[in-house]
């Protein structure tokens, strides 16, 4: 009777044993498909900060060279037409030279570098001025206003806002694959050169490159307004009194 007891005691050790070794298992699984999740989840949310990083350099080199083009276009007096292929020929230049310089300071040669970048930018910024240029003809007389003119920034600040959502999701999907500013994120954690030409490079943040394209835009928007109010405004001198 007592070996029973002691059998069936064992029987009891054994299973239970086995019971906490399964729930020990589980809890490891669970920790580890939490950790996963945690992984992939961080994983997701630099990708955002990358591509959203290289939609902004995108943008500030498109916004300085569209606005250049224009500002040119209508000193020298060319034709509406003209002026658009200048300031999308000068969006592409500027674009292209924001995503040089962090690659020129880190030591890349000057050819090697704009090899990467023209591989690395041009579906970006092309996606921008598709979009931009497509935005600012739906919105009436913002094609035909002037820089002094409260509809070209006010249309410029749309297009330029669309343009950027427009052409995050292009660069998030060339970072997944390996393409696009993938190329060039390599050369960006690299200690910068300070010999020669290069220690002069100067290196923008994110949030520097989004600061200039808002401050470059209300300036010109402030600009706009206040011509809109000056010449509103007649002076009481100049108002002739009716002839009698």
Not at 156 to 163: D, N, Q
Request: charged fraction near 10%.
């Amino acid at each position: 009777m007592s070996s029973h007891d002691e059998h069936v005691h064992a029987g009891h050790d054994h299973a239970e044993h086995q019971h906490a070794m399964h729930e020990g298992h589980q809890g490891h699984g669970d920790h580890a498909e939490h950790a996963g999740h945690s992984e992939h989840a961080g994983h997701g949310g630099g990708m955002n900060a990358m591509a959203a990083s290289a939609t902004l350099h995108c943008l500030t080199g498109c916004a300085i060279g569209e606005i250049a083009g224009l500002m040119i276009g209508t000193a020298v007096g060319l034709s509406t037409g003209w002026t658009i292929v200048l300031a999308v020929a000068l969006a592409f230049v500027f674009g292209y030279t924001l995503s040089t310089l962090p690659l020129l300071k880190s030591g890349v040669a000057l050819g090697a570098a704009f090899s990467v970048v023209l591989a690395a930018d041009t579906l970006s910024i092309a996606t921008m001025e598709v979009v931009d240029n497509l935005v600012m003809a739906v919105i009436p007389g913002a094609m035909e206003a002037g820089l002094v003119n409260v509809v070209f920034w006010v249309g410029m600040m749309i297009s330029l806002a669309v343009a950027f959502v427009a052409a995050f999701p292009v660069n998030r999907y060339l970072l997944e694959r390996g393409k696009g500013h993938a190329l060039t994120h390599q050369y960006h954690g690299a200690e910068p050169v300070q010999e020669g030409v290069r220690r002069l490079i100067p290196a923008f943040s994110s949030g520097a490159l989004a600061a200039v394209i808002i401050a470059f835009v209300l300036g010109g928007l402030s600009v706009a307004i206040a011509d809109e109010m000056g010449g509103s405004s007649v002076p009481a001198e100049s108002i002739e009194s009716p002839q009698r």
